[in-house]
T-cell receptor, first 113, second 116 residues
Framework: GNSVTQMEGPVTLSEEAFLTINCTYTATGYPSLFWYVQYPGEGLQLLLK?????DKGSNKGFEATYRKETTSFHLEKGSVQVSDSAVYFC????????????FGAGTQVVVTP | DAGVIQSPRHEVTEMGQEVTLRCKPISGHNSLFWYRQTMMRGLELLIYFNNNVPIDDSGMPEDRFSAKMPNASFSTLKIQPSEPRDSAVYFCASSLDREVNTGELFFGEGSRLTVL
């Protein structure tokens, strides 16, 4: 079956530091890949997505590249801010699965001033 | 624009009581999802509907859980009787699936359920 594995948190870093959150997946066919973000007390929001191999999703300074050869979709940001403190979820959607998403366990990121 | 609206935001109840969670999806969206989030199990898909029809309810834990979508603008998730292990945050999300490989979900703010 499909699965998503992401690095465990919490990840604690200082403001302006470089952030990487690793995500790898297992799926048949050509899934779409997503990063969602959950701020404290809120629901999940789509951060970025990529629908085919070598696509790069980007938003709010975050980037992730769909790497089919390594089945990865690592999230990066060059200079984090305190407001980026949140839980980040990697997710995939299989072809023809009616929008059903498979989420990873989530990675908590804490950015300190 | 209104997003996905869930109610109640918080619910505290005693074991054995019936709990009903409500969701109003974004107008025009044709898919609706109920997720449960716990520290131990993360985000689990319970059930999803497409055009008001349940497509996959394999994630529903047991017969105590039921979900309905009587029309395109309303869905309920009911737990009867509730148990302490049902304590979690329940999220409703909606989506518009024009294409097979687009799956952007719009989540509500969640209903935090505590069963004592």
């Amino acid at each position: 079956g499909n699965s998503v594995t992401q690095m465990e948190g919490p990840v604690t870093l200082s403001e302006e530091a470089f952030l990487t959150i690793n995500c790898t997946y297992t799926a048949t066919g050509y899934p779409s890949l997503f990063w969602y973000v959950q701020y404290p007390g809120e629901g999940l929001q789509l951060l970025l997505k990529a629908t085919k191999a070598d696509d790069k999703g980007s938003n709010k300074g975050f980037e992730a590249t769909y790497r089919k050869e390594t089945t990865s979709f690592h999230l990066e940001k060059g200079s984090v801010q305190v407001s980026d403190s949140a839980v980040y979820f990697c997710a995939l959607k299989s072809t023809g699965s009616w929008g059903k998403l498979q989420f990873g366990a989530g990675t908590q990121v804490v950015v300190t001033p | 624009d209104a997003g996905v609206i869930q109610s109640p935001r918080h619910e505290v109840t005693e074991m054995g009581q019936e709990v009903t969670l409500r969701c109003k999806p974004i107008s025009g969206h044709n898919s609706l999802f109920w997720y449960r989030q716990t520290m131990m199990r993360g985000l689990e898909l319970l059930i999803y509907f497409n055009n008001n029809v349940p497509i996959d309810d394999s994630g529903m834990p047991e017969d105590r859980f039921s979900a309905k979508m009587p029309n395109a603008s309303f869905s309920t998730l009911k737990i009867q009787p509730s148990e302490p292990r049902d304590s979690a945050v329940y999220f409703c999300a909606s989506s518009l699936d024009r294409e097979v490989n687009t799956g952007e979900l719009f989540f509500g703010e969640g209903s935090r359920l505590t069963v004592l």
